[in-house]
């Protein structure tokens, strides 16, 4: 479950900004949309090894 502490005074736009981040870091919705629909395990791999390949060379360009 997740927790927001409000502060007093807080504004409740800022509050549900925070919700809405915390809700979007526990990954339930993109796991979801990926249940929807059968992805073959191949595809699954091809795309890891796609996601592998552009964090190497945003390191490798930082560096």
Known sequence: MIIVPVKEGENIERALKKFKR???KTGIIKELRG???FTKPSVKR???VKKAIYIQKLQ???E
Do not use: G, I, L, P
Request: charged fraction near 75%; charge should be negative.
């Open 22 to 24: 915390k809700f979007e």
């Open 35 to 37: 249940r929807q629909e």
């Open 46 to 48: 091809r795309e890891e």
């Open 60 to 62: 490798e360009t930082e």
